[in-house]
Nanobody, 121 residues
Framework: QVQLVESGGGQVQAGGSLRLSCAASGSIFSIRLMGWYRQAPGKQRELVAIIITDGSANYADSVKGRFTISRDNVKNTVYLQMDSLKPEDTAVYFC???????????????WGQGAQVTVSS
């Protein structure tokens, strides 16, 4: 069984930085896509950033130039470095990964438990 475990959330003042980590464990044959989503109170979950195996990444316009996604393919871990944080970045951040558990299976979508990020003004 695959698990995604997140760490690194917390509270910070506007202009500060936080780094989120998400480690995948369990039955993993390969991981194609890893990413971060967030959900603010009363809003829908939205994409923040995604990264594929070769390191190519895409970002939501609202975080471009401030957030950086990276991954360690050996550790099956994805990171989100968040700089110049704004109060509107306050949300629960969810890790997501498309994981293939064996050579004969397809890719399944997995989610982490969520990490609270709170940015105060």
């Amino acid at each position: 069984q695959v698990q995604l475990v997140e760490s690194g959330g917390g509270q910070v003042q506007a202009g500060g930085s936080l780094r989120l980590s998400c480690a995948a464990s369990g039955s993993i044959f390969s991981i194609r896509l890893m990413g971060w989503y967030r959900q603010a109170p009363g809003k829908q979950r939205e994409l923040v950033a995604i990264i594929i195996t070769d390191g190519s990444a895409n970002y939501a316009d609202s975080v471009k130039g401030r957030f950086t996604i990276s991954r360690d393919n050996v550790k099956n871990t994805v990171y989100l470095q968040m700089d110049s944080l704004k109060p509107e970045d306050t949300a629960v951040y969810f890790c997501n990964a498309a994981i293939r558990e064996s050579w004969y299976s397809g890719y399944n979508n997995h989610w982490g438990q969520g990490a609270q990020v709170t940015v105060s003004s």
